[in-house]
């Protein structure tokens, strides 16, 4: 187990032990369960979201805006910005972000298919929601370069956490803030 991320040598153990207590019948259940969400969970032919069909609940949600794709790394990305309830339009799944140390190159990733979706489809926007590690800022440089021709490309915007403290972040983050800043009134 720790091999699952997040999961270090004491969660680990602990959900180890746990599992060894509980009734044979519940571990079945659970290993089951797991087999079989390997079996079902593929990744929806539009966006490449996760999905249990071929294509996803949001790729064939009517009141979703067409207009409007949000490009990001993985599906977990997908997942938090639906928690905010803000965002109304389409995604795009990735698969990841170019790595050229890990061996992943844009072909390794959903880069053509997403060309190809937004020439095709030409959304008013196109939104790049990809985290500002240096992998993420070569990805998204990359691909708004190959959709610029065809649409309008946007970031969205970086900066301190509410509840952060000035003092504490660190010089890109404070220069991202206050690029990202917007008026008040």
């Given amino acids: 187990m ?18 060894l207590k509980r009734p044979e019948s519940e571990v079945e259940a659970l290993a089951q369960a797991l087999v079989e969400a390997k079996k079902q969970v593929g990744l929806c032919s539009v966006c490449f979201h996760l999905s249990a069909e071929p294509v996803c609940e949001i790729c064939r949600n009517p009141n979703r805006d067409n207009n409007t794709f949000c490009v990001v790394a993985d599906s977990r990305d997908v997942i938090a910005l639906e928690k905010t309830r803000e965002y109304k339009g389409k995604y795009h799944v990735l698969g990841g972000v170019i790595s050229p140390i890990d061996g992943i190159g844009p072909e390794q990733l959903t880069i053509q298919a997403l060309v190809r979706r937004v020439s095709q489809q030409k959304p008013r926007e196109v939104i790049l929601a990809i985290s500002p590690s240096v992998e993420g800022e070569t990805t998204t440089l990359y691909v708004g370069q190959l959709l610029k021709p065809f649409t309008k490309v946007t970031r969205i915007a970086f900066g301190l956490p509410v509840g952060g403290d000035l003092e504490y972040a660190d010089e890109i983050t404070l220069a991202r803030a206050l690029e990202g800043r917007r008026e008040l009134y």
Avoid: D, E, F, N
């Fill in 2 to 19: 720790q091999r699952l991320p997040g999961v270090g040598p004491k969660t680990a153990q602990r959900l180890a032990l746990h599992i």
